[in-house]
C-alpha cells in the first residue's frame, strides 16, 4: 500500500477521501497534477461536469468515474438542491442519540450525582423503569463521552 500524503491524511479526517480511487479511469485524474482521484469532491463535481457540459452519457461517465449509478444520481441531486457544498461529504444516519433529550441528560447527571459508581447498564435499567424509555447502554456510554470531550474548532 502506498504511503499517504498529507492532503490525503487530511481528506480521510473530513470524510472526503475517495474509498477506492484506483477505480477513477477519467484520463485528466491519471496525471496527478491538478486533478486528484483521492479528492472525493472533485471527482464528483468533474463526474458531473462531464454529463451537463460535454454530454456525456451518465452510465459511462459513471463507469469511467468508479461510481455507481445511484451514486452518480445522488451526486446530481445534491449538487442541484445545494450546490458545490452539496459535495461536501455529511454523516450518515442519527444526528445524534435522538433519546437522549435534556430531560434524560438531566435524568442522567442526577443518578451519577447520587451515585458515581452507577455504570451505563444501571443507568439503561433505571431510564427504562423510571421514564419508560430503552435506551442502549453504549448510547448512553458515548453521550457522556461526547459531553467530557472538549470541542475542537476546525482547522481553518
Do not use: C, N
Not at 455504570?119 to 427504562?128: N, P, S, T, V, Y
Amino acid at each position: 500500500m502506498a504511503k499517504r500524503t498529507a492532503k490525503a491524511e487530511r481528506l480521510k479526517a473530513l470524510g472526503s477521501l475517495t474509498p477506492h480511487p484506483e477505480r477513477v479511469r477519467a484520463a485528466w485524474f491519471q496525471t496527478g497534477e491538478f486533478f486528484d482521484a483521492q479528492d472525493a469532491v472533485q471527482v464528483k463535481y468533474e463526474m458531473l461536469r462531464q454529463v451537463l457540459h460535454e454530454g456525456a452519457s451518465k452510465a459511462e461517465t459513471a463507469a469511467l468515474f468508479g461510481v455507481s449509478r445511484p451514486t452518480f444520481y445522488q451526486a446530481q441531486a445534491a449538487l442541484a438542491r445545494d450546490g458545490l457544498a452539496g459535495l461536501l461529504p455529511h454523516q450518515r444516519g442519527p444526528k445524534g442519540g435522538h433519546k437522549l433529550t435534556a430531560e434524560v441528560m438531566r435524568f442522567i447527571e442526577q443518578r451519577q450525582s447520587e451515585d458515581p459508581e452507577v455504570h451505563a447498564r444501571g443507568l439503561a435499567r433505571q431510564i427504562k423503569a423510571e421514564l419508560k424509555l430503552a435506551v442502549h447502554p453504549r448510547s448512553i456510554e458515548r453521550a457522556l463521552a461526547r459531553k467530557k470531550k472538549p470541542r475542537i474548532p476546525p482547522r481553518q
